[in-house]
């Protein structure tokens, strides 16, 4: 909350900053003859100021939808800790800490019919790769006794709008991934077209 209200301190300041530039720029108008150099400059100045004004806007008005049921607030905060830095660690390839998010026993089921893998499958796979992005959209979170069920809408650039779905244990160690699913969802009045590619 206070670095919103800080942020929302330094929009009315450059506002206000704004607003004495014109009214200086246009008493100096009414003074002096035009100037190009310093017109240049001003419009300058301007297109700074607001670039950050937007930067800072977008950045505030930039949430992610999170809904939790039957987790204490403690729980829902950890899981989803855990599922940003799963998504965190995969976008540098960092996989030490992502491998380590995830039960020993765990299953990743990836967007291809024959992606169905344990972790040392998985781990084959994914260690020579660069890793992959993908950007949290929106967020369920439902536990059922010692399961936390989830479902992510996710962003990727390559492949657009995708859905993470999957299962934690709460096991000695905390909390653990114990499955992922990672699929692409087809719009329904595409579906046809798209499934005759696929059984092609």
């Not at 506002?15 to 300058?44: G, L, R």
């Not at 024959?114 to 979170?141: C, D, I």
């Amino acid at each position: 909350m206070q670095s919103i209200i800080h942020r929302l301190g330094f929009i009315a300041m450059l506002v206000t900053t704004m607003t004495a530039f014109d009214i200086h720029a246009s008493q100096n108008n009414e003074q002096q003859p035009d100037n190009p150099q310093t017109d240049h400059k001003s419009a300058a100045v301007s297109q700074q100021v607001s670039s950050e004004s937007q930067a800072v806007i977008k950045d505030l008005n930039h949430q992610v939808d999170i809904d939790s049921q039957g987790l204490s607030e403690a729980d829902s905060q950890t899981v989803s800790a855990i599922l940003n830095k799963l998504h965190e660690s995969a976008a540098i390839a960092d996989w030490s800490a992502y491998f380590s998010l995830y039960h020993p026993q765990a299953v990743f089921i990836g967007t291809d019919s024959s992606e169905r893998w344990n972790m040392v499958e998985f781990e084959r796979y994914a260690k020579p790769t660069k890793g992959w992005r993908y950007e949290l959209q929106s967020r369920h979170l439902l536990q059922i006794d010692d399961t936390i069920l989830f479902d992510e809408q996710l962003y990727s650039p390559e492949y657009g709008v995708s859905r993470g779905t999957g299962a934690l244990i709460n096991t000695e160690q905390g909390w653990k991934i114990a499955q992922y699913h990672l699929s692409f969802p087809i719009p329904n009045e595409k579906a046809k077209r798209i499934t005759s590619l696929i059984m092609q």
